[in-house]
C-alpha cells in the first residue's frame, strides 16, 4: 500500500513512454491509454478505506532515504485524505477523458503524440498533489504546463489555436518562474525542500524574504487555476484545445492550482487564522466568480463561454476556502469535486456537438436535440448542476457554501460576508440564464438545413458523458455520503497540519516548534434536503432575482439612451463579438423565406407564408446586456487579447501580491 501514490504516477509516465513506441497501431495505443488511466484510479481507490476512512497518512521515501536526526535528505511523497480526495477527481477526470478520447480522436492526424502529451499532463498533476517535496512539486508544474501548451496547439489548423498557445507558453512560464523563485528563497531560508519541514520551521520564522516567497507561490498556483487576472488564457486555451483537453485543463489542471493555494496557507505558512488573509481569498474568489460569470454571458462561443463559466465555478471553491472554517473547506471541497463532474461533462458535449456539426459558433447552431437526444439530456443534467438547480450536485454544494458565507457573517459580526453570500446567488441566478441561452442556441428551435445529417456521437462519447453525468446525479442526490467520507476528512487533513508534519518527520515533530492545530473543525450545517434548507433557499433566491432585476430594469431613460447614446444594442453586439473573432460581427438572417422582418427580435409574422425567426446566441436577455452595454464596453476593451497585456497583468498581480503580503503578514 506505501508503494501505490508512486505507482500510480509512474503508471502515467510509463504509459506516455510505451506509446511512444508502441504507439502506431491503433489498438496497441488504445490498451496502453486505458491501462495508464485506471491503473492510477484503481490504485487510488484501494487508498480510500485506509486513509480516507481510517484517517492514515502514507509518506514514501524515494530510495527509502527516510529522515535522518530530524532532517529530511530525499525527495518524498506524503499522502494524507486532502491529497487522496484531488487525486480521485484527478484520476477519475483523466480516465473517462480517454474513453471519451478513443472515438473523439479516431480521425485526427499524430494520435500517439496525443496520448503521450495527455498522460504525460495527467501524471504531471497527480505528481503535484500527491508530491510531499516542493522543488519536485515545481519540476510536476513544469511537465503540466508544457504538456498543457502542447495539446492546446495540437489541432494547429484551427483558428487561434497556435496564438492561445503561445499566451498560455508565456503567462504559464511566468507563473512557473514565480513558483521557481519562491521555492528558492525558502531554500535559502530553511535549508530544506521537504514539505512537512518547511510547515514546521516557517510559521514561526517569517521575514521579507519567506514573506516575498509566500507572494511568489500564490501567484504562481493562481496562474495554473486561471484566477483572475489569468483568467483570458482558459478562454484561449479552451477554445483552441479538443474537448478531452478541455476537461483536463478545466478539470484537472486548475484543481492543481487550488490544491497548490490550499496547502501553502493553511499548511506551509499556517496564515489562515489572520483575517487579512481570509479577506484576500474571499476577495479574489468573488471577484473570480463574478466577473467571469458576466463575460460567459456575452460569448458567442460554446467552448469559450464554457470556459468563463468555469473560471467563475473556480471562485466558488476559493471563496469557500478563504472562510478559514471546517464547513467553508469541506463546502469548497464538495464543490470542486462537483466542478470537475459537471464541467467535464459540458466540455465532452460541446465536443460532441463540435464532432458532428464543425462549430461551436452559437449563431449558428439550433434544434440539435432533434439529431442527437442524448446529448441534449446529457447536456441538461450539466446544465442543471452548474446552474445549481435540485437534485443535481452543483445544488447540494453551492447551498452548503451559502450556509458557510452566512455562517461565517453570524460568528464574525461582519456584514461583508452575508453580501457573499448573495454574490454567489447573483453568480448562480447569471449562471442559469446563461445556460437557458445556450440550451436554446444549440438544442432547440429551429434545425438549420446544414445540419441535417448531423446524427448522435458514437457509443464511446456517449460512455464518457454518461457516467459523468450519473456522477453528476448520484453526487447530488446523496451529499451526506460525499460529506462523511470524502469533503469531510480531507478538510480535516487540511486543519490538522500536525498530523501531516509528524508522519513525515517523526511523532513529535511538530511539537518541537511549538506548533498547535487551533481552527475548530465543527461541520455544523442545516443540511441540504431540510425544508428550512429550501425556505431559506427561496428567500435569497428571491433577493438575487430582485438585485438582477434593479440592475437591468429596462425603463424609459434606458430607451432615450438607446436611441441617444453611441453605443447602441447594435454596436454592443459587435463589441461582445470581438470575443470571439471568427463570429461574424452581423450575422445574416437564416431562416427568413417570406416577408422581411420588420425588427431583429420580433419572432412571428404574418403573411401567407409562414416565417421563422431564429433565437441566436444573441438574442435572449438583450435588454440586460443594453442595460450593462458600459460594463460589457470596458471589458472588451480592458480584454485585448495582446499577450504582452496579460503579461503585464501578471507582474502587477505580483507586485500587488508582495505588497499585501508585506503589510498583513
Request: glycine share 10%.
Amino acid at each position: 500500500m506505501t508503494h501505490y501514490p508512486i505507482l500510480a504516477i509512474m503508471a502515467y509516465f510509463l504509459g506516455a513512454f510505451l506509446i511512444v513506441i508502441f504507439g502506431r497501431n491503433r489498438a496497441v495505443r488504445n490498451t496502453l491509454g486505458f491501462l495508464g488511466t485506471a491503473v492510477p484510479l484503481c490504485l487510488l481507490i484501494m487508498l480510500a478505506k485506509p486513509i480516507l476512512a481510517n484517517g492514515e497518512i502514507i509518506a514514501y521515501w524515494m530510495g527509502n532515504r527516510v529522515p535522518a536526526g530530524g532532517y529530511a535528505i530525499g525527495i518524498a511523497l506524503e499522502v494524507d485524505a486532502f491529497g487522496l480526495f484531488f487525486g480521485l477527481l484527478i484520476a477519475t477526470a483523466v480516465f473517462v477523458a480517454m474513453i471519451y478520447s478513443f472515438s473523439y480522436m479516431s480521425h485526427d492526424d499524430n494520435e500517439p503524440q496525443y496520448y503521450t502529451l495527455f498522460l504525460m499532463l495527467c501524471g504531471g498533476v497527480m505528481g503535484l498533489v500527491l508530491s510531499g517535496d516542493l522543488f519536485n512539486m515545481f519540476i510536476m508544474v513544469e511537465i503540466l504546463t508544457f504538456a498543457a501548451v502542447a495539446l492546446t496547439a495540437f489541432r494547429n489548423t484551427v483558428f487561434g489555436a497556435l496564438e492561445a498557445a503561445f499566451k498560455y507558453l508565456v503567462v504559464g512560464c511566468i507563473g512557473s518562474t514565480c513558483i521557481l523563485a519562491g521555492t528558492i528563497m525558502l531554500y535559502a531560508q530553511a535549508h530544506t525542500l521537504n514539505f512537512a519541514q518547511l510547515a514546521a520551521f516557517l510559521p514561526g520564522n517569517l521575514n521579507i524574504a519567506t514573506i516575498i516567497a509566500y507572494a511568489l507561490l500564490f501567484i504562481g498556483f493562481c496562474t495554473k487555476a486561471f484566477l483572475v487576472p489569468f483568467h483570458p488564457l482558459a478562454a484561449d486555451a479552451h477554445g483552441a484545445a479538443p474537448a478531452p483537453v478541455s476537461v483536463l485543463i478545466s478539470g484537472v489542471l486548475t484543481k492543481s492550482g487550488l490544491y497548490g493555494i490550499i496547502r501553502l496557507t493553511y499548511i506551509l505558512f499556517r496564515t489562515m487564522n489572520l483575517g487579512t488573509v481570509q479577506f484576500w481569498l474571499v476577495f479574489l474568489g468573488s471577484v473570480s466568480m463574478f466577473l467571469c460569470v458576466t463575460m460567459a454571458l456575452a460569448q458567442h462561443d460554446f467552448k469559450r463561454l464554457l470556459a468563463f463559466h468555469s473560471i467563475s465555478q473556480i471562485g466558488y471553491v476559493l471563496t469557500a476556502a478563504g472562510l478559514a472554517t471546517a464547513l467553508g473547506v469541506s463546502s469548497g471541497l464538495y464543490h470542486a469535486m462537483n466542478h470537475t463532474l459537471f464541467k467535464g461533462l459540458l466540455f465532452l458535449c460541446a465536443g460532441a456537438v463540435l464532432h458532428e456539426t464543425g462549430t461551436t459558433d452559437l449563431d449558428r447552431l439550433g434544434g440539435l436535440s432533434k439529431k442527437m437526444p442524448v446529448t441534449t439530456v446529457l447536456f441538461l443534467v450539466g446544465a442543471f448542476s452548474i446552474s445549481g438547480i435540485p437534485p443535481f450536485n452543483g445544488f447540494a454544494s453551492k447551498w452548503l457554501i451559502y450556509q458557510a458565507t452566512y455562517q461565517k457573517a453570524v460568528e464574525s459580526g461582519n456584514i461583508g460576508f452575508m453580501l457573499v453570500t448573495v454574490c454567489c446567488l447573483v453568480t448562480s441566478t447569471l449562471t442559469l440564464a446563461s445556460f437557458v441561452k445556450v440550451t436554446q442556441s444549440v438544442f432547440f428551435g429551429q434545425l438549420p438545413k446544414e445540419y441535417e445529417h448531423v446524427k448522435e456521437v458514437p457509443f464511446g462519447m456517449r460512455l464518457g458523458m454518461g457516467i459523468l453525468a450519473a456522477l453528476c446525479i448520484l453526487t447530488g442526490i446523496f451529499p451526506g455520503f460525499v460529506q462523511n467520507w470524502l469533503t469531510g476528512p480531507a478538510a480535516r487533513a487540511v486543519f490538522q497540519a500536525n498530523g501531516y508534519i509528524d508522519a513525515m518527520m517523526g511523532a513529535g515533530y511538530a511539537d518541537k516548534f511549538g506548533l498547535a492545530d487551533t481552527l475548530p473543525v465543527s461541520f455544523t450545517s442545516v443540511g441540504v434536503w431540510s425544508p428550512i434548507s429550501w425556505l431559506c433557499l427561496l428567500a435569497i433566491m428571491l433577493l438575487a432575482v430582485a438585485i438582477v432585476a434593479i440592475t437591468s430594469k429596462y425603463d424609459a431613460v434606458s430607451k432615450a439612451a438607446k436611441q441617444t447614446d453611441p453605443l447602441t444594442l447594435e454596436a454592443l453586439e459587435s463589441a461582445t463579438a470581438a470575443y470571439l473573432p471568427t463570429a461574424p460581427a452581423n450575422p445574416a438572417p437564416r431562416y427568413a423565406t417570406g416577408h422581411a422582418a420588420s425588427g431583429k427580435y420580433e419572432l412571428f409574422f404574418g403573411g401567407e407564408e409562414s416565417v421563422f425567426s431564429q433565437v441566436g446566441g444573441d438574442d435572449l436577455f438583450w435588454g440586460f446586456k443594453h442595460n450593462w452595454r458600459h460594463y460589457f464596453k470596458f471589458m472588451h476593451e480592458l480584454h485585448s487579447g495582446i499577450v504582452n497585456d496579460y503579461s503585464l497583468w501578471a507582474v502587477v498581480a505580483l507586485a500587488l501580491a508582495m505588497l499585501y503580503a508585506m503589510i498583513i503578514l
